[in-house]
């Protein structure tokens, strides 16, 4: 059963929502105060993390950056305006989805099921698939989720790992945005193509020096990186 930790301090939230999450399966613990949430995230195993923005101590735009230094799991950010700066900057910071205030429980359920999918499926994936991909200075194995630059690893969120993962899976294939949102999120959400110019930019700095990821103007993006040799 998927655990997912909410971090909102409204204390008429988190009630319904644990008895909504429990319809579908999944077991919902909370927080109301992010050094709560960080110390619960550190002490226990959770698959999912839902964030509010707007927190006492520190927002969740800092508290996602905390988690980031030492976590990558899947976070779902809830925005009170909705705000498409509020989305950007969530994204910015690593978060891999958002879900605008008010919200239907329904919606946020589904979001998470959708990364929480995708996240099980790989292993899937990847035993269909070649397990690992080589490249000049790059490697990315699909069943343990890992990718390497130059031998060092490479620590990516979930997202970040999909987005390369379907990149090489076609290297030289141009993916256009809408492409990639579609294989991605794995439902019908609005479109939002500057997520996907996050989430590269985001990418080509950890990637760094290596530059494999090109933009094709008003096309899309593409791996474009020579193979290499594994050494296993």
């Known amino acids: 059963m998927p655990r997912i930790l909410l971090i909102d301090d409204d204390e008429h939230l988190a009630a319904p929502l644990t008895t909504y999450f429990a319809r579908f399966g999944c077991t919902l613990d909370s927080a109301k105060r992010p050094s709560e949430g960080i110390a619960k995230l550190r002490a226990g195993h959770y698959d999912a993390a839902i964030l509010d923005v707007m927190l006492p101590e520190m927002d969740g ?16 950010m809830l925005t009170a305006r909705g705000e498409v700066m509020d989305r950007v900057v969530g994204l910015e910071l690593g978060a891999d989805d958002y879900v605008p205030k ?3 429980p329904r919606e946020l359920v589904a979001r998470v099921q959708t990364i929480l999918r995708r996240q099980r499926s790989a292993p899937a994936a ?17 069943d343990r989720r890992q990718v390497m630059r130059h031998g060092e690893r490479v620590e990516l969120t979930g997202t970040e790992f999909d987005l390369l993962a379907l990149l090489a899976g076609e290297p030289g294939k141009v993916f256009s945005r809408d492409d990639i949102l579609n294989r991605l999120r794995g439902h019908e959400a609005e479109l939002f193509t500057r997520a996907v110019d996050i989430v590269v930019s985001r990418l080509r700095k950890k990637l760094e020096p290596l530059d494999c990821i090109k933009t094709l103007r008003n096309a899309g993006y593409a791996l474009a990186v020579a193979p290499g040799e594994s050494s296993s």
């Open 61 to 76: 735009f800092e508290l996602c950056r905390e988690i980031r230094k030492e976590s990558d799991i899947p976070i779902v």
């Open 126 to 142: 990847a035993a269909a698939n070649a397990q690992l991909r080589v490249f000049d200075g790059l490697s990315i194995d699909l």
């Open 102 to 104: 008010p919200f239907e």
